[in-house]
């Protein structure tokens, strides 16, 4: 029962929030930084609204996951422009880079240099910028947590710059930002949220607040995800959705997750096509299935083995309901919501070895249920292709 938790954000919820953004930043300074995505255009309503409270505005543009060299070109152009703070208005990829950038203005030095497994993990000493984050996809969680997953692509891996200086000083939620989200997109967020959820509630370090969260937002996104996959303009579903990506956000970072989140860094940092909800997505039935097994054999009076029974409760509404009912409701879940395939990404057979490899010192493979074997890695992915 010995647990922290830490939790500076301010935290806006609720359609139509987006309009109390000017007065939420004032006071931070007069200069802001402008992080979007690929396409600006979506956001302009948002430079227009701080341009007539009287902020200064430059952009950063975040065409696809963020790297590091892409995080560092925009710190450079936020410490010659003297920006107060920064603001991040996209899915996960760019809530992360607004994260980093907020962390690094102040503290100088190679980016690499501050990242974990394959930088040398240097603390943040100087305090973070301000920063605001403004999801506009349900799935991340970004908004919650205090680290940026970042890609090295000269090692093949996304890795993260992780520290409490990170949190967001304030994130508005506003559920209407999420109705234009296209099915496949609304799909592979959707189950980044729910798996994120699912994994911080079966960890080994979960806790009671953390399992509050869960115990809710499971069903919650459950229900939510298949009605806002068939109608995107169901602000109702877009809107428990987008609770259950904040409430998953808080979980992972006040717990931990597992061997879905172990695999999915190295496969993102390796294949930067693959989209990271649907990495996650097709791993997670075959991780169920795989940790259920292991705990079965090898220690089963494991808490996880019946907290994986409650989940296929929530899942299929059957109070009678058995872990493996749980992996058969995911499967058809995914199958529902046409996620492709592991392959469908160009990852193969001989690409394994060096997946489960990296996977394995992968920070979130530390909190998973059972410590699995490279047969068992290896099981996990031939499935999940």
Same mark, same amino acid.
């Given at each position: 029962?010995?647990?922290?938790?830490?939790?500076?954000?301010?935290?806006i919820f609720?359609?139509?929030?987006?309009?109390?953004?000017?007065?939420?930043?004032?006071?931070?300074?007069?200069?802001?930084?402008?992080?979007?995505?690929?396409? =600006?255009?979506?956001?302009?309503?948002?430079?227009?609204?701080?341009?007539?409270?009287?902020?200064?505005?430059?952009?950063?543009?975040?065409?696809?996951e963020?790297?590091?060299?892409?995080?560092?070109?925009?710190?450079?152009?936020?410490?010659?422009?003297?920006?107060?703070? /920064? /603001?991040?208005?996209?899915?996960?990829?760019?809530?992360?880079?607004?994260?980093?950038?907020?962390?690094?203005i102040?503290?100088?030095?190679?980016?690499?240099?501050?990242?974990?497994? /394959?930088?040398?993990?240097?603390?943040?000493?100087?305090?973070?910028?301000?920063?605001?984050?403004?999801?506009?996809?349900?799935?991340?969680?970004?908004?919650?947590t205090?680290?940026?997953?970042?890609?090295?692509?000269?090692?093949?891996?996304?890795?993260?710059?992780?520290?409490?200086?990170?949190?967001?000083?304030?994130? /508005?939620?506003?559920?209407?930002?999420?109705? +234009?989200?296209?099915?496949?997109?609304?799909?592979?967020?959707?189950?980044?949220?729910?798996?994120?959820?699912?994994?911080?509630?079966?960890?080994n370090?979960?806790?009671?607040?953390?399992?509050?969260?869960?115990?809710?937002?499971?069903?919650?996104?459950?229900?939510?995800?298949?009605? %806002?996959?068939?109608?995107?303009?169901?602000?109702?579903?877009?809107?428990?959705?987008?609770?259950?990506?904040?409430?998953?956000?808080?979980?992972?970072?006040? %717990?931990?997750?597992?061997?879905?989140?172990?695999?999915?860094?190295?496969?993102?940092?390796?294949?930067?096509?693959?989209?990271?909800?649907?990495?996650?997505a097709?791993?997670? %039935?075959?991780?169920?299935?795989?940790n259920?097994?292991?705990?079965?054999?090898?220690?089963?009076?494991? =808490?996880?083995?019946?907290?994986?029974?409650?989940?296929?409760?929530?899942?299929?509404?059957?109070?009678?309901?058995?872990?493996?009912?749980?992996?058969?409701?995911?499967?058809?879940?995914?199958?529902?919501?046409?996620?492709?395939?592991?392959?469908?990404?160009?990852?193969?057979?001989? +690409?394994?070895?060096?997946?489960?490899?990296?996977?394995?010192?992968?920070?979130?493979?530390?909190p998973?249920?059972?410590?699995?074997?490279?047969?068992?890695?290896?099981?996990?992915?031939?499935?999940?292709e």
């Amino acid at each position: 029962m010995n647990f922290d938790t830490y939790l500076p954000t301010q935290f806006i919820f609720g359609s139509g929030r987006r309009q109390e953004i000017p007065k939420l930043v004032s006071g931070w300074g007069q200069c802001a930084m402008l992080v979007n995505g690929h396409n =600006p255009q979506r956001n302009e309503w948002l430079a227009r609204q701080l341009s007539g409270a009287g902020f200064q505005i430059c952009r950063a543009q975040i065409k696809g996951e963020p790297t590091v060299a892409v995080i560092e070109e925009a710190v450079r152009q936020a410490r010659e422009f003297k920006v107060d703070f /920064v /603001v991040g208005v996209g899915g996960g990829a760019v809530i992360d880079a607004a994260k980093a950038i907020a962390g690094l203005i102040p503290n100088h030095g190679p980016a690499l240099d501050y990242l974990e497994v /394959v930088g040398k993990g240097r603390p943040l000493v100087n305090p973070a910028k301000p920063w605001l984050a403004i999801p506009t996809t349900a799935g991340t969680g970004a908004e919650a947590t205090r680290n940026a997953v970042l890609g090295v692509p000269e090692h093949k891996v996304k890795v993260s710059l992780r520290s409490p200086q990170l949190f967001a000083r304030a994130a /508005v939620i506003d559920p209407e930002l999420t109705l +234009d989200l296209p099915p496949l997109i609304t799909a592979t967020t959707g189950m980044d949220a729910l798996t994120q959820l699912l994994e911080a509630y079966v960890c080994n370090r979960a806790n009671p607040f953390t399992d509050a969260l869960c115990a809710v937002g499971l069903p919650r996104a459950a229900q939510a995800l298949p009605l %806002a996959f068939a109608d995107g303009r169901n602000l109702e579903a877009r809107t428990e959705l987008s609770l259950a990506s904040w409430w998953s956000g808080i979980a992972l970072s006040q %717990a931990g997750l597992g061997a879905v989140h172990g695999f999915a860094a190295p496969i993102g940092g390796g294949f930067p096509n693959a989209p990271h909800g649907g990495v996650c997505a097709s791993l997670l %039935a075959p991780v169920m299935m795989a940790n259920i097994k292991a705990l079965q054999s090898r220690s089963p009076e494991h =808490p996880a083995l019946e907290r994986y029974r409650e989940i296929a409760c929530w899942f299929t509404g059957n109070k009678f309901a058995t872990a493996k009912d749980g992996v058969n409701w995911v499967r058809a879940l995914v199958k529902e919501l046409k996620i492709p395939k592991l392959s469908s990404y160009g990852i193969a057979a001989n +690409d394994h070895a060096d997946l489960i490899a990296k996977a394995q010192q992968a920070s979130s493979m530390k909190p998973n249920p059972v410590q699995l074997t490279p047969d068992e890695l290896e099981e996990i992915l031939v499935e999940a292709e």
